[in-house]
């Protein structure tokens, strides 16, 4: 069983920037893939980003392409999201998950982090 705890977020004015960490125990953290999502109030649960075990090969949506960046640490079993130039409408609990393929994170990760919220002001 993996346990996923995330932290870095906050409240941050539009264009600003911040760093969301996710760090991972009770399981291999170097042979999985990496990720995060994102839920708004009252929308879907949206992927944003992920990293394959290796680091060698990252995946992003078009609507964060140039702006987050994923990269992982496997000496300190963590996993970060640097968001650059952060949107109003980009407020929303953040989810750390975790994968054997980063291909399947993007769908449907197996595990789970609690969540961290990011604020966006105008």
């Known amino acids: 069983q993996v346990q996923l705890v995330e932290s870095g977020g906050g409240l941050v004015q539009a264009g600003g920037s911040l760093r969301l960490s996710c760090a991972a125990s009770?399981?291999?953290?170097?042979?999985?893939?990496m990720g995060w999502f994102r839920q708004a109030p009252g929308k879907e649960r949206e992927f944003v980003a992920a990293i394959n075990w290796s680091a060698s090969r990252t995946y992003y949506p078009d609507s964060v392409k140039g702006r987050f960046t994923i990269s992982r640490d496997s000496d300190k079993n963590t996993v970060y999201l640097q968001m650059n130039n952060l949107k109003p409408q980009e407020k929303a609990a953040y989810y750390c998950?975790?994968?054997?393929?980063?291909?399947?994170?993007?769908?449907?990760?197996?595990?789970w982090g609690k969540g961290n919220q990011v604020t966006v002001t105008s």
């Open positions: 998950a975790q994968d054997p393929t980063a291909v399947q994170l993007t769908t449907s990760p197996k595990g």
């Open positions: 009770g399981r291999t953290f170097s042979g999985y893939a």
